[in-house]
């Protein structure tokens, strides 16, 4: 989908498209199609951005995600959310490392230390 389309789309099916694309992620790396999990995770990227640039920063519509019932849904939607709610983000970046499910608890955790560490600074 080109980030033209993503224009057409309500700030409700962008984050559809957002939960499709993470769930598709999640599949793609449980079958080792990293090709396939790199194109999900460009396009999850061209959502984030067009949620960002909607009036207001819409990125918060990707907050009742926190609750998905995947864990790969969850830490992206954290990781995306990161400059909007930075502290309920950081706790379910937490909760998911402690879960110990990999890769993702490895994921949040590297994700964390590079926030801890500055390496990384959301926008």
């Not at 992620?25 to 949620?51: H, S």
């Not at 490392?97 to 964390?112: E, F, R, T, V, Y």
């Amino acid at each position: 989908m080109n980030p033209a389309s993503f224009k057409k789309l309500s700030v409700a099916e962008l984050v559809e498209r957002f939960t499709v694309l993470c769930v598709g992620q999640y599949e793609a790396e449980l079958r080792g199609e990293g090709a396939k999990e790199n194109r999900l995770i460009r396009e999850m990227f061209k959502v984030r951005e067009e949620l960002k640039a909607r009036p207001g920063d819409q990125r918060s519509a990707l907050l009742p995600l926190y609750e998905h019932p995947n864990i790969q849904v969850r830490l992206m939607a954290a990781k995306e959310t990161l400059a909007i709610a930075p502290s309920a983000a950081r706790h379910l970046l937490e909760t998911i490392k402690a879960s110990g499910q990999m890769p993702q608890s490895m994921d949040a955790g590297m994700s964390l230390w590079n926030l801890e560490r500055g390496v990384f600074k959301p926008t």
